[in-house]
């Protein structure tokens, strides 16, 4: 089993939708857990950080199921400015990142 | 807003040189990390540094890597004899701590090109 897996993709999504992107880890001792997306051949940027709680920044919510070892991302509303590739990022001793889910959203 | 930075933006080589890739991380960060992307692959550790030393590494980190913090404002990474296989993007990225919740900022990348 991968150390973090994501939704193989690509989404393909219109302007307004709402598109959700799931993650799964198989270390039960990882110990925090965060959304990047990184642009075509750029740097990954921090979206945010993913608390057991749940948390919303704007149109993003992220979710973590620590028993399920499960951690998801809800995008409202899309713009094209979303385009891009989602990672699924988790802290052990180092941060293991997923391969990325694509999201290419069309006028 | 503070940011990462990474001189250069591409570096060419040819295989058995050995580079060094400059990074300068944001100001009041104490940790610093090396991370690789192989074009179309996804994003690997190479080495976390903090207190002027090696805090973690990967396998992927062998005695071909060193990094350096040489002043008060650079984190270095050399290699040496470079291989085909060390072409990939290299980042660079700064945290305030490394306890869970403190998130890392990476700097645009290095992409390192072994011919």
């Known amino acids: 089993r991968k150390e973090v897996e994501q939704d193989p993709g690509p989404f393909n999504v219109p302007e307004g939708a709402t598109v959700a992107f799931n993650c799964t880890y198989s270390?039960?001792?990882?110990?925090?857990f965060f959304w990047y997306r990184q642009d075509c051949r750029k740097e990954p940027k921090l979206l945010m950080s993913?608390?057991?709680s749940g948390n919303e920044d704007g149109r993003f919510t992220a979710q973590l199921n620590r028993a399920s070892q499960y951690i998801s991302l809800l995008i409202r509303d899309s713009k094209l400015s979303d385009s891009a590739t989602y990672l699924c990022v988790v802290l052990l001793n180092d941060m293991r990142f997923g391969a990325g889910t694509r999201l290419t959203v069309k006028p | 807003e503070p940011e990462v930075t990474q001189t250069p933006s591409h570096q060419v080589t040819q295989m058995g040189q050995e580079v060094i890739l400059r990074c300068v991380p944001i100001s009041n960060h104490l940790y610093f990390y090396w991370y690789r992307q192989i074009l179309g692959q996804k994003v690997e550790f190479l080495v976390s540094f903090y207190n002027n030393e090696i805090s973690e590494k990967s396998e992927i980190f062998d005695d071909q890597f060193s990094v350096e913090r040489p002043d008060g404002s650079n984190f270095t990474l050399k290699i040496r004899s470079t291989k085909l296989e060390d072409s990939a993007m290299y980042f660079c990225?700064?945290?305030?701590?490394?306890?869970?919740?403190?998130?890392?900022?990476f700097g645009p990348g290095t992409r390192l090109t072994v011919t």
């Open positions: 990225a700064s945290s305030e701590s490394l306890a869970g919740g403190y998130e890392q900022y």
């Open positions: 270390n039960s001792a990882s110990q925090s």
């Open positions: 993913v608390y057991s």
